[in-house]
């Protein structure tokens, strides 16, 4: 069954850029999502031009609804306005890369207290140990980027979700988008490093010792190499 609005033909488009187009609440939302999983898919690069004209004739959608997606992106920190005013995917120096991360080290040193202070850090310390599985599985096995990608953030947004903290993790969410498009825009070996588990697990172990402080050490190396491996500029790689 399609939705109204969409024609039969724009519910499979497929084209190089977006996945087609499935049944959701209403047409922007249906765009919206297109989009944001073609950037922080890396099907956009860091840098390319959004034409609202051509985005509009491959989902077979107004340019209007087009328009209030990418403003709904530019909100998220996914696209900005370039010359003349046309919107580009997001591409963040080296510098607001390290400033990203310094955020995100903050946030998530946050949630390591907040864990550990938790009557429940052992099942946290469980829950977070099956995540970090999940990450060695996904690389181990080769899967595809995006499926690293998925169980590399799913471990730190398991870790803010396991805070209990409602505001420390809609503040990390909306680093999300960001974070996506600087992983997908490094090279491949410097992503592998990366979203290694065995730079996830001495967090999980020290949560479990209750220690803070050498977890929240542990925190702080890993967003220091991430930012070296993920904020470099690789060749033709837009390093964000």
Known sequence: MSLPGVTKEASSVTGPAFSSLTRSTTL????????????????????????????AERLSVSRGTVREALRHLQQ???????ARGMLRVSQLSPAEVRELFQVREV?????????????RRAEAVRALRQAVERLREA??????LE???????GFHLLLCELSG???????????????????????TE???????????LPVVEAIERGDTAGAQAVLHVHM???????????????GS
């Open 28 to 55: 922007r939302e249906q765009a919206l999502e297109a989009l944001r999983a073609a950037i922080t898919g890396g099907r956009y690069r860091p840098g390319d031009h959004l034409g609202e004209v051509e985005i």
């Open 76 to 82: 998220e920190g996914l696209v900005t306005p370039g």
């Open 107 to 119: 946030l998530e040193g946050l949630a390591v207290r907040q864990i550990i202070e938790s009557s």
């Open 139 to 144: 690389v181990a096995s080769g899967a595809d």
């Open 147 to 153: 499926a690293k990608v998925e169980a590399d953030l």
């Open 165 to 187: 903290n409602t505001v420390l993790l809609r503040t990390w969410r909306q680093l999300e988008g960001p974070i996506r498009v600087v992983i997908m825009s490094a090279s």
């Open 190 to 200: 410097r992503r592998e490093v990366a979203m290694a588990a065995s730079a996830h």
């Open 224 to 238: 220091a190499a991430a930012v070296d491996q993920l904020g470099a500029v690789d060749g033709d790689q837009a």
